[in-house]
């Protein structure tokens, strides 16, 4: 591609390019003998935490590493959660590279952990999308979570005297747990931040469950802590509101898969690390009816012209690489997928984009689950009540007019608009089964809570962002 042609594409865009797509090798398609260039100090310093699954018909990550479970009478089911898995999270790391490739930012390094499908899958998306379709060896690509760091759906582990297993602060079972070669790879990357004339910060992208997020804020050394320039995480809904599609309630995936982690990632003080919260109140408006921006040819023209034989095959590969997924995602909800994790890159360019305030996040316990010993029951040990429709329950999206499958989701995360709000971080009945402590009562989170674009103008620049860099 000539220069001149990806200078006018950029400059439209409010964006100044570090160097030309001519200059780099990931989209010329030629192999990467040493590391590209580094980015100037203007450019954001990216760590990729995500549960990629572009391409993949696997099960969730977290719950089961099996399609086909069995029953105690050796009968089996196919697992509800074996299915095309979401593609934001592939979508999102491509336009990232793209945008490196073009020096708008710098990827330090993608982590996959465990949550849309297994991480020995999503490594494999993972390395393929960033080493074959972008050609780019010299960007680490390391394995995080493969799977929670905590007991999620059962008791809390007891020493021979009775006592409970300590879980929390950094001589607790998780940090003592959480520790993987990602995590790893983030702290390096952070105590190596301003060494050698480079930018010293480094944003954080949380786009799939918090654990390793959690591990690195509990147990990294506080010099590389202050290294963060902020954690922006998609998760989190508005106080008290179902987020919906086309009128069908949705759950905060990346919280369900791992809400201790979730809560251990909030919890942690030690050093006062920025953080933004993308709610659902925002990432879910562009699948709703009216509003779509789904990811097809129709939308998304493929890489500018004329395009390098690398280019082509990226646009393509992705293309139909997620056509089930979009047929899966209409078949639920009757309109195509919008984006989601793509928010997260997009914030770290153009913050101004998006309404965001100084709020509150807490996690919001809901009714004892199913799997629960306190779950209630009459004398002969059959449950009372649907574990989805219990009395003054806190959790929007369960009740008696919602679905059953949402009974999984043990707690929420929720944000305030006001930074004066007094919830503790764990708010509503804390401890059950030991699956998450109360901290001590330590208070909410405060962060920046984004729940709009500021202008119709802003979410049209936000379309032509992912447009120009997604492919």
Known sequence: MKGGLFAVLIAGLGLAPAVSLAQSPSQSGLALSAPAPSAPASVPRLIISTDIAAGLVDTHGGQTLVPVPFDIDHDYTADANYLPQDFD???????ALNMDAAGLVDVLAIVPTFGNATLPAEMAVARFITQTLKGRDDIPVVPGALLPAGQIFNPTATWFDGS???VTGRTGSFAAA?????VEKMEQILLE????GLPSKVTILSKGPATDIACLLLTSPKSALKQIEEIIFLASQLEGEVTEINGIPINDFNVRMDPLGAAMALAVDRVNV???FMTFQLTSGMSQKGNIFAWNRATYPGPPRPATKQQRASYKWLMKATKERRKYFTSIF??????????????????????????????QMCPYPAWSRKYPVDSNGDPTQEP????????????????????????????????ADKRKVVSGKPGIDGNLPTFGGKPARKALVCTDFVSKAARKTFQ???????W
């Open 334 to 363: 009757g309109t195509p997928e919008g984006p989601f994790d793509q928010f997260t890159l997009i914030a770290t360019l153009r913050p101004d984009l998006f309404d965001c305030v100084r709020g509150r996040v807490y996690v």
């Open 178 to 182: 959480c520790r993987n070669p990602g």
């Open 193 to 196: 931040a301003g060494s050698f």
């Open 89 to 95: 999270d592939g979508l999102t790391v491509a336009a």
């Open 388 to 419: 989805y429709n219990a009395a003054n329950n806190p959790c929007p999206t369960h009740g008696g007019e919602y679905s059953e499958s949402l009974s999984v989701v043990p707690a929420v995360i929720f944000a305030t608009q006001s930074a």
């Open 274 to 276: 920025p953080m933004r």
């Open 464 to 470: 032509d962002l992912l447009t120009t860099w997604t």
């Open 164 to 166: 409970k297993v300590k």
